[in-house]
């Protein structure tokens, strides 16, 4: 992972739009470095990165903001431990 403030950002998306089109729209948010699709309760998992809490918190808008996705949780990482 590169420096700076990491956050995950679970998503619940509606059913009625396509999984793969939420995602088109989630690639095209800055700072937005990975998306994974999941099972479970949520349906899709966002990793970004920033400089800054106000850029992370306007990540976190951006992905709400996107259509199709219901509701959000977000997840600040602490740390971050590599196995190498």
Same mark, same amino acid.
């Not at 994974?36 to 949520?42: I, K, S």
């Not at 899709?44 to 949780?73: H, W, Y």
């Given at each position: 992972m590169e420096s700076g403030i990491s956050v995950f950002i679970g998503a619940v998306t509606d059913e009625k739009v396509k999984t793969a089109a939420i995602v088109e729209r989630l690639r095209g948010v800055k700072?937005? !470095?990975?998306?994974?699709?999941? %099972?479970?309760?949520?349906?899709?998992? =966002?990793?970004?990165?920033?400089?800054?809490?106000?850029?992370?918190?306007?990540? =976190?808008?951006?992905?709400?903001?996107?259509?199709? =996705? !219901?509701?959000? %949780? %977000?997840?600040l990482v602490l740390e971050t431990t590599k196995n190498v």
């Open positions: 700072g937005v !470095k990975e998306i994974y699709e999941l %099972t479970g309760n949520l349906d899709v998992m =966002v990793f970004a990165q920033s400089d800054s809490l106000p850029q992370i918190n306007g990540i =976190v808008e951006a992905v709400r903001a996107c259509s199709g =996705v !219901k509701e959000t %949780t %977000t997840y």
